[in-house]
């Protein structure tokens, strides 16, 4: 969708605006006609599962956008290689979102199993956690698949509670996302693992896939989504001072590991039940518990205890409070990786079954942006290349690219295109002659050429 910027006044714990221009109504991305693909093991061939991507319908209110959501998103999905027997499904959802988020300055909202966000694509956002605890009386891990129950309940807090970005990361996909039940989400910050700068899953090798957007150094990172208190989340880049001053700067957690042996105490030094012992299966990292917050006073591009801070943004000039997807300095995920452990603001659940106010149906009013392409947006792998070449786009893709590959006669030998909400394309070139051609990569009313060597 189109980006609309717009002057805030925020008034102490909230902002109010013309929802019309709001960037909670205009971010998501929509999508009527591409149905969304996927692996299984064994078949690196993706295959269509009929289901609508991204976001079929946005219709706002002057307090809330609705957003109607498969929960699907343009990027293939799986396989997922840890035993998981679900593949993602259509979770045919309206979610309710707040357009004038607030403060909470009560008793603050943990953040709970399941659902705490929505990303512009309509994929789910979960917490930090995996559904697996350690029950001290039997001394081995509760809830989840395989396990006995915990003592409460599914929904209950034990002291000790399993990290599902190291615990799960051999049933994540190349997009760093695996369904619960169907619902395919993301723990974490969504950009592909080969794209980090340190790659620690192989699943991109033969499954290749990509992420929502690809992180760039050098720009502010996009609007990427919205958590349940309906304050906006952005990836893992952005202005190094929160009035928008100082280059841009890796945004940074201010959680880090607790100095600690042994599992006997919680993160505040309280004495708690005795969790497993810190060793190469329960290593030190592999439970919620195992990080403190340490506060960064002074230090702009640290954040808060909720992994957001109130700072200027692109989409929101005047400032507001923001979450970050963060990331360490090879660009793999860091605790408490989105939102969390509680909400900044007042959260609930939002799903609802239907839309029960009147409320305008929000389209794209300007479909043709001023969109500037840069070449250093564009990676083309391999070049020179024999039998497949692939274009990725290293930033959040808003708008249809169109690929075309041409000879040097500017005969049009074969087209592609990459879909909004996806990052990457390809070009079967095994019955492409050798030679040397021109891509050209179209957005809007932008475009560029590159050369391309094909060797046989």
Known sequence: MHKVYL????????FHTNAQLNPAVTAWIQNTSQTGTYYVEGNSTAINNGILVNCQLVEYSDDFVYVHTNGIPAY?????LDGNPSQATSQNKIFKIP???VQNTGNLNATTPGNIGIFINGVALFDYRDGVAWNPDTNAPCGGPGNPPCPGGPM???DWNRDAIPAERDGFDCSKAHPAMGNYHHHQN???????LEVISDIC?????????????NTHSPLIGYAYDGFPIYGAYGYKNADGTGGIERIKSSYQLRDITERTTDPNGNASDQGPAINATYFLGYYKED???????????FLDEHNGRFC?????????????????ENWNSTYPYVVGPSFYGVSERRDVTAVDENTTVYTDVNPVKETVLSIDQIEIFPNPASDLLAIQIKKLVEEEVLLELFDNTGRLISSSKIHKGSTIAYFDLRAVYAGTYVLKVSQGNSFLTKKVIVVK
């Open 7 to 14: 002057s805030l006044v925020y008034i102490i714990i909230g």
């Open 76 to 80: 293939t999905t799986g396989p997922f």
């Open 99 to 101: 357009l004038n988020p």
């Open 156 to 158: 209950s807090q034990q």
């Open 190 to 196: 969504p950009s592909a693992f080969k794209l980090d």
């Open 205 to 217: 090798n033969l499954y290749d896939a990509e992420g929502l957007y690809a992180i760039d150094p």
């Open 291 to 301: 990080y403190e917050y340490i506060s960064h006073d002074g230090q702009e591009d």
């Open 312 to 328: 200027v943004t692109p989409e929101y000039p005047q400032g507001i409070y923001c979450y970050f997807a963060t990331v360490d």
